[in-house]
């Protein structure tokens, strides 16, 4: 759809027809060439980074990517990065790779050919009304003239007459270009046209059959589990992880064990999160931050420290902290655990 839609139309728009671009490239390095070449990708460039903004702002809103583009670069590194990154992909993809992604890279095609069937819809060439081809007029020529409009604007030049293939990535331009002759010439529609490889030979066609039960119970399975772990979804990370160093400090008869808290805000907006101990009994639970605030996507790192009394102290035992965001419709949050150590008790290592 990118390549189609949009980059496609640019490199026409600048650099001509098919034929004229054919010109272009052949002709020796000049003044008009370089300045179309570096217009075309000055155009794809400002493109890519554009979409790339777009993508980024799916992930932050478009107020806070607005801010963030009048601001530098360094205040907010991973967003510059990601907008970096999906601008250079683009950019590369659709200026240089193209086609080239859905032959080599996308095992989408490859799982294709596996999935389909004789009464699978695809592209393909009416062999029994087009063939034996041959030039308009000749003696007993079906309605192919062979002009080969098809294979001339096929992006992964193969020839559509020749049966279904692999290269085919379905951009449909062999059926516009066959349809233009068809046309053309008076005759109808559909030499080159969207059917099962049963419809093109004239057999009895079936919509329902195995296959097809086969993969809506994939199809079904695969939404399940989808919505069942966008459900589970929590919109903020919060780790609980043991300070580096000692894994307990003994002090006036005093057994204290130091944590963190690690906080992660994935929403859009600023966010206050409440960090609230379960009590133990005969358990002390210092927090020196409980309310913590956060931009869009940033992180903060809040000690937390566990103090028993040494005489109470028989063994390891779980503390938890519960991390929730304050307001919102779903405020439920998350229970962080870490394990308490004493004297006894050495962390494993
Ligand atoms: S749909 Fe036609 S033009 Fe497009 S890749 Fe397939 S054969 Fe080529
Ligand atoms: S465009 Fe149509 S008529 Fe021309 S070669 Fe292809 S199938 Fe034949």
Not at 29 to 52: D, N, P, R, T
Not at 205 to 226: E, I, M, N, Q
Not at 319 to 346: D, I, K, W, Y
């Amino acid at each position: 759809m990118f390549l189609e839609g949009l980059y496609r139309p640019i490199e026409r728009l600048v650099e001509g027809s098919r034929e004229q671009r054919i010109r272009l490239e052949r002709a020796p390095f000049g003044l008009e060439k370089l300045a179309k070449i570096a217009i075309k990708h000055a155009v794809y460039l400002v493109l890519s980074v554009f979409v790339a903004h777009v993508f980024v702002s799916y992930f932050v809103s478009i107020p806070r990517l607005w801010e963030m583009m009048r601001s530098h670069p360094s205040d907010h590194p991973e967003a510059f990065a990601w907008a970096f990154t999906v601008t250079g992909l683009l950019y590369v993809n659709f200026a240089w790779f193209r086609e080239q992604l859905c032959l080599i890279v996308c095992p989408y095609g490859r799982l294709q050919s596996a999935l389909v069937d004789d009464d699978s819809i695809t592209i393909g060439y009416d062999d029994a009304r087009g063939e034996p081809r041959g030039k308009l007029g000749a003696d007993g020529a079906g309605d192919c003239v062979d002009c080969k409009r098809c294979v001339v604007v096929c992006p992964t030049a193969i020839d559509i007459r020749n049966g279904m293939q692999l290269d085919c990535i379905g951009c449909t331009a062999c059926i516009d270009a066959c349809d233009e002759v068809m046309d053309k010439l008076g005759r109808k529609r559909g030499l080159v046209r969207y059917d099962s490889l049963n419809g093109l030979m004239a057999k009895p066609k079936r919509f329902l059959r195995s296959r097809l039960y086969v993969y809506t119970f994939f199809g079904l399975l695969g939404l399940a589990v989808a919505t069942f772990a966008f459900k589970k979804h929590v919109d903020f990370e919060a780790n609980l992880l043991r300070l580096p160093g000692l894994p307990y400090v003994t002090e006036a008869g005093k057994i204290r064990n130091s944590f963190e808290i690690h906080l992660v805000n994935k929403r859009g907006g600023t966010e206050t999160f409440l960090l609230e101990p379960v009590p133990v009994q005969g358990v002390a639970f210092v927090v020196p931050l409980q309310k913590i605030e956060l931009a869009s996507l940033a992180g903060a790192r809040a000690p937390f420290f566990v103090v028993v009394d040494g005489g109470q102290f028989h063994g390891d035992f779980p503390v938890s902290v519960h991390v929730r965001r304050v307001g919102g419709e779903e405020a439920g949050g998350t229970t962080v655990v870490a394990q308490f150590l004493g004297p006894s008790n050495q962390p494993a290592r």
